[in-house]
């Protein structure tokens, strides 16, 4: 039976692994947290992010007529 050999040590995996932690840890910090749904809707980073060719319409005024059946 053939054994494969890895170029990364356990040591240095671990000390990736640990990085990786740390690196996601200070990220978390950093971005914005939110409770709930109401919070994050009513911040000031909360838009549609729509290509510039769609339209916003209002719901009682559609852009196409509507068959009532």
Do not use: C, T
């Amino acid at each position: 039976m053939s054994k494969f050999h890895s170029i990364v040590s356990r040591r240095e995996f671990m000390k990736g692994l640990g990085l990786a932690g740390a690196g996601i840890g200070a990220a978390s910090l950093a971005a914005p947290s939110f409770h709930d749904l109401d919070e994050m809707i009513s911040s000031s980073g909360a838009q549609w992010k729509r290509a510039w060719w769609i339209k916003n319409l209002e719901l009682e005024k559609p852009a196409v007529e509507l068959d009532g059946a």
